[in-house]
């Protein structure tokens, strides 16, 4: 089962509009990564956040972590046509008996429209 | 340098066959893990090889499974295969095994189909 959820599932913007992607998880983890998809090609990684952290940035990337609400969400601002692509939050459970294991959710499908 | 290399990109399989799927990692990398993302669906993980042995299994049938070589490579091999077998199978490496905060490389994938 997916222990990653990601809303909205879908979404669709204007180029130059900002997109939030929230995903929320289940058990405690290591860290929170990001992944990006094009059309069901390979995941690229896009930024990891460590339980410690709440707050990470990568060029127009920001990612926010809340361990207690047990959620993530990244923003990509000023969106490009570019950017449209599925992104899937991913968790490195703390602990897992499955060593390496990613979880990943079912992803948001982000559309750019220029 | 190289990125994370699957062969083959696609295969097209009848119910009961067998398949083998192949990749090779990023150059010093020793881990490679392998996902099954059925069309819609996030990743799902199947197995970690680390230092050629299995570090990891998921919820997978024992049709389902895998071996590391000496230089890191890796197979995936799956066993009178059904039509729910059909998806894109991931390889993914990393320099070492979990728990170390590294982010996975992955390949393209290999597109099963089973017909």
């Known amino acids: 089962s997916q222990q990653g959820e990601e809303d909205p599932q879908a979404l669709s913007i204007q180029e130059g509009e900002n997109a939030t992607m929230n995903c929320s998880y289940k058990?405690?983890?290591?860290?929170l990564q990001w992944y990006r998809q094009n059309s069901g090609r390979g995941l690229v990684h896009l930024i990891l956040?460590?339980?410690?952290?709440r707050e990470k940035h990568s060029g127009r990337l920001r990612v926010t972590l809340d361990t207690s609400k047990k959620s993530s969400s990244l923003l990509i601002t000023a969106s490009r046509a570019a950017d449209t692509a599925s992104y899937f939050c991913?968790?490195?459970?703390?602990?897992?008996?499955?060593?390496?294991?990613?979880?990943f959710g079912q992803g948001t499908i982000l559309t750019v429209h220029p | 340098d190289a990125g994370v290399t699957q062969s083959p990109t696609h295969l097209i399989k009848t119910r009961g066959q067998h398949v083998t799927l192949r990749c090779s990692p990023i150059?010093?990398?020793?881990?490679v893990s392998w996902y099954q993302q059925v069309l819609g669906q996030g990743p799902q993980f199947i197995f970690q090889?680390?230092?050629?042995?299995?570090?990891g299994r998921g919820n997978f049938p024992d049709r389902f499974s895998a071996r590391q070589f000496p230089n890191y490579s890796s197979e995936l091999n799956v066993n009178a295969l059904l039509l729910g077998d059909s998806a894109l199978y991931l390889c993914?490496?990393?320099?070492?095994?979990?728990?170390?905060?590294?982010?996975?490389?992955f390949g393209n994938g290999t597109r099963l189909t089973v017909t």
């Open positions: 993914a490496s990393s320099p070492r095994g979990g728990g170390t905060n590294s982010p996975l490389h």
């Open positions: 150059s010093g990398h020793k881990s």
């Open positions: 991913a968790t490195d459970a703390l602990g897992g008996t499955s060593y390496g294991k990613l979880t």
């Open positions: 956040i460590r339980s410690n952290e």
């Open positions: 090889y680390y230092e050629k042995e299995e570090r």
């Open positions: 058990t405690s983890i290591n860290n």
